[in-house]
């Protein structure tokens, strides 16, 4: 009886050998770490969507065809500006960036005056530029370079004088609406705030007199400006880079 039970367990245990020999071999063979390296790193993308603030320095120069035919204005040079900027982007690809600004400038001391044969006087006193513009830019990580356009406005203060003594008048046009176009860089230098330079020209049309007559026949008078600009933006809900991707 011994000897039948133990020949009995000899041969249940090379069964159960055999068995988790199958089930081993069912799983296949363990593969080794090397054959299962972890996902590759994607290195962090900036970010440039998300609203923003923010202001700037700068100059503004009138053209030198803002005269009334060929008479020439004086004080027509150029001034310091400074103003405030609001707007949004929106990063639409990987290198591209579409986005709405606008945008308010004050002038210094601007003061365009022509005096007219006879002793009457015109003066344009010109306190601030603005805009709203659009912009497409294409961007390089903290880096976006970008042109824009859109509407401008002209806060004018237009005066005529003779010996002192306000003269009415009217012209075609008061020059106050007109359209802008420029181009400029700007770079996130920390999260949250990024720097820009710009290049803005500002075209307010032409405007002739209507009255008084003694000043219809000296033809039309030009209100454009050029402006260069630096200011700083900060980006609400920006971040510097987003979550990196795996």
Known sequence: ???????????AAALGGLGASAEAADLGARRPYYNN????????LYNWTGFYIG?????AFASNSNAFNGLALTNTDGRFLGGVQAGADWQIAPTWVVGVEGQYSW?????????????IVYNNNQRGIGSITGRVGYTWGPGLIYVKGGYAYSDNRET???GGVPVAFALSDNHTNGYTVGAGIEYMFAP???AKAEYQYYNFGDSRFTAPAALVPFGT????????????????NFGGPVVARY
């Open 1 to 11: 009886m011994k000897k039948y039970l133990l020949a009995t367990a000899a041969v």
């Open 160 to 162: 005529v004088t003779f």
């Open 192 to 194: 949250n705030w990024s």
């Open 221 to 236: 008078f030009s209100n454009d400006e050029h402006t260069v600009k630096a200011g700083i933006n900060y980006r609400f």
């Open 107 to 119: 002038l210094s001391g601007h003061q365009l005056n022509a005096v007219f044969p006879g002793g």
């Open 37 to 44: 390296p972890p996902p590759a790193y994607a290195a962090p």
């Open 55 to 59: 202001g700037h320095l700068g100059g």
